[in-house]
């Protein structure tokens, strides 16, 4: 199949979607109603950029036919002409091969976020506490809409661990990235001499799961209910309504106690549980994928960082793509649309060159 008919074929399913998410009964699917409006919305960029790139082509055969006809001065504006659909046309065949990039099969989804001070003690929870609340500003600056799952406070009024769901058409490809250990250097709150500390903080980011792609046998599950405790062990309420669920073929836990509900703790455990196992599925159909699930917090120990916060200078260094910045103020604040974008753009082009190396073969 030559370029032309591949991309017609994009075309024609794209139609053929549309056709089938028109059809009576399939919102009642909700299964296929997802699945059909995934590759809708995969298919819908696709397409246009692939029209526009027809477009294109067609305005440029035309500027070519008008330098050849013309003569004098109105030469020199049709060789402007040509100039500019050949530069557009090129952009848009720039886009195109994005487009045509191996699509994630979690964008689009809403996003679970994990964050635990992991080496530094009280300091690491009071830095994730930071980090919370920066991806909450950060997701206001993106009109996403954050919902806390969990949440279990330190005794100095930080984080020991924060669960917490950001919903947004983009939330997976721009948040994914930032799964890790976040170093932070600092004068800790608790140091008398002025000393910097260096601690960290655990970042976990995980797709949600809908309820019809991973069925949860009742079976399958151990339920265990307590009391929920707060800093210092003392009892948040006098009731048995924080939920432990385990899953006993996997042997994944999780725990839930920021509702006073039993019932609802539970059915956020159930959440989390389900964007676990989907993500412990996908992990199965690409071992690339495992190793990076397994590589994403490691020990959440400061050699293995992915980011550091140095508040002396007032700089961030994400070690990845090697950009440093120093405004760790205003990152803090929730401006990373520059990390992410760096971020992104570095995925992007290891997907290029990857397809050109398979090209070449």
């Not at 070519?64 to 002409?81: I, K, N």
Request: a negative charge.
């Amino acid at each position: 199949m030559d370029e032309h008919d591949r991309l017609g074929e994009f075309e024609r399913e794209y139609e053929q979607v549309l056709t089938e998410l028109a059809a009576p009964g399939v919102a009642g699917d909700r299964a296929r109603f997802l699945a059909l409006s995934r590759r809708h919305k995969e298919l819908e960029g696709i397409v246009r950029v692939v029209r526009d790139v027809r477009a294109a082509a067609e305005d440029l055969a035309v500027a070519r036919e008008m330098l050849a006809d013309t003569s004098g001065d109105e030469r020199e504006l049709a060789r402007d002409e040509l100039d500019l659909a050949e530069s557009r046309l090129a952009a848009l065949e720039e886009e195109l091969r994005e487009q045509l990039l191996p699509k994630d099969p979690n964008d689009g989804r809403n996003v679970i976020v994990s964050i635990r001070g992991a080496e530094g003690g009280e300091e690491a929870n009071l830095f994730a506490k930071d980090l919370f609340q920066m991806y909450v500003r950060y997701a206001d600056t993106r009109g996403w809409r954050v919902e806390v799952l969990d949440s279990q406070a330190s005794d100095l009024g930080g984080i020991d661990e924060v669960t917490f769901l950001v919903k947004g058409d983009d939330a997976w490809q721009r948040l994914k990235h930032e799964a890790g250990p976040h170093r932070v250097q600092r004068v800790p709150v608790t140091e008398s001499q002025g000393r910097v500390h260096t601690s960290s903080a655990a970042v976990t980011v995980l797709p949600e799961a809908d309820e019809v792609e991973v069925e949860i046998d009742p079976n399958d599950l151990k339920v265990d209910v307590y009391r929920s405790t707060g800093p210092g062990g003392q009892s948040v309420n006098t009731t048995d309504s924080a939920v432990r669920v385990t899953h006993l073929p996997t042997g994944v836990v999780v725990a839930m106690q920021d509702e006073k509900s039993q019932i609802q703790n539970r059915a956020k455990a159930l959440r989390v549980l389900r964007s676990r196992l989907l993500k412990l599925e996908q992990d199965k159909v690409a071992e690339e994928q495992s190793r990076q699930r397994r590589d994403q917090v490691k020990g959440g120990g400061r050699a293995d960082k992915v980011r550091t916060y140095n508040f002396k200078e007032n700089r961030v260094t994400d070690h990845r793509v090697g950009l440093t910045l120093h405004k760790l103020d205003r990152v803090l604040a929730g401006e990373l649309d520059e990390i992410v974008d760096a971020l992104v753009s570095d995925e992007r082009t290891r997907q290029l060159l990857a397809q050109g190396r398979g090209g070449a073969r």
